[in-house]
């Protein structure tokens, strides 16, 4: 797999370099790319003179190409690629991701808790949202050592199975825990309709339950192959309050699960989940995304 490092002249890209370089994909590439807008300044309405605009770009170049010659020195890989452009930051990003073939970008942000959901940095809201290839989300200054902890959302479905088999190719070997959580809501309305409809008399809420208990450890029992311990974490509710139910009781640093839609309505109407956690909640985020024609 390929990674595209996001670098600002800030440096707030450090916990996501971090983060990346513990879950230590095995035969992983690496890019670093900086991306700053063009120098355009209005001051009293005035568009400012040639004079003022050439010196400042120019600076604003070479901090570019400092920030990245900085990340590359600092993340110890000779190798990688470095990118230095001027453009719209987000959409920049994934146009290099995808000339360079990149198959996940890792970006920073910060993030401030109100009931406002789109908080969260506005290039990694919309990376998260528009973007075809995988995202890693780190949201705070947090730098930490030794093996992740890493919960991996899933609903068992088709798109989510090719998720899994997705990170398990990438072969990450720095994740020392996993847990596999699976959310399932049965109202008694749905209950009511599967008794009607199946003219069975069973109880759909322990059947259910059941059989999401083997289908996360058929999850759990591939997981194995990249991390030496893997449990599971099944509960009825809503699955954003289990999902993090489960990162709290386990204390887990990092949120693995696929984000399904290709456009931005599928990815705020079937994404939802995905979405809640990459915008809202405090804890980093991997949305995989799996290649599509």
Aim: hydrophobic share 45%; charged share 25%; proline share 4%.
């Amino acid at each position: 797999m390929k990674a595209l490092i996001a670098v600002d002249p800030c440096a707030t890209f450090k916990p996501a370099l971090n983060l990346l370089k513990r879950l230590d994909f095995q035969e992983a590439q690496y890019a670093f790319a900086s991306v700053s807008t063009p120098y355009v300044e209005y001051a009293f309405g005035m568009m400012p003179s040639a004079s003022m605009v050439v010196p400042a770009a120019h600076s604003q170049r070479e901090a570019a190409e400092h920030a990245v010659a900085s990340a590359v020195d600092q993340s110890g890989i000779a190798a990688a690629e470095r990118i230095v452009e001027e453009g719209a930051v987000p959409s920049s990003l994934m146009r290099i991701a995808r000339e360079h073939g990149c198959d996940l970008i890792a970006a920073a942000s910060t993030l401030r808790r109100t009931a406002n959901p789109w908080q969260i940095g506005s290039v990694t809201r919309k990376l998260a949202l528009a973007s075809e290839q995988s995202v890693l989300i780190t949201k705070d200054t947090a730098e930490r050592e030794g093996s992740v902890k890493a919960v991996f959302a899933t609903d068992h479905s088709e798109y989510a199975k090719a998720c899994l088999e997705m990170l398990l190719d990438w072969r990450p070997r720095g994740i020392g825990e996993i847990v596999v959580v699976t959310a399932f809501n049965l109202d008694k309305a749905t209950e009511d309709v599967l008794k009607d409809d199946t003219q069975i008399a069973l109880d759909f809420q322990k059947w259910v339950d059941e059989e999401a208990k083997c289908l996360a450890e058929g999850a759990a029992a591939a997981l194995h192959a990249i991390a030496p311990k893997v449990s599971t974490f099944v509960e009825e509710g809503e699955p954003n309050d289990v999902i993090e139910a489960a990162m709290m009781s386990s204390k887990s640093e990092l949120l693995i699960l696929g984000a399904q839609g290709h456009g931005l309505l599928e990815r705020l109407l079937i994404g939802s989940t995905s979405m809640h956690q990459a915008l809202v909640e405090p804890y980093p985020v991997l949305l995989l995304r799996v290649p599509h024609d």
